[in-house]
């Protein structure tokens, strides 16, 4: 992958995380807590995936673009 392919991964990767990390404000107030905390973990695991089976594998190919994470 070039470089400016691996930006564009990384720009989408962060607001991919931004998005799902958001959900969580916003769907807090209309769930109980067992149904919150199922949907935390979903989102943390989801979050976890996209870190780590593609933005480290891109940053990996190019760590000049691992600036600001």
Known sequence: ???????????????????LDSL???????CDDDEYE????????????ITMEILDVVLRQHPAIDDLR
Request: hydrophobic share 45%; glycine share 14%; charged share 30%.
């Open 1 to 19: 992958m070039d470089i400016e392919a691996a930006k564009k991964v990384k720009g989408r990767c962060l607001a991919a995380i931004g998005e």
């Open 24 to 30: 969580l404000g916003d769907i807090r107030p209309s």
């Open 38 to 49: 199922i949907l935390k973990r979903a989102v943390g695991l989801s979050i976890g995936k």
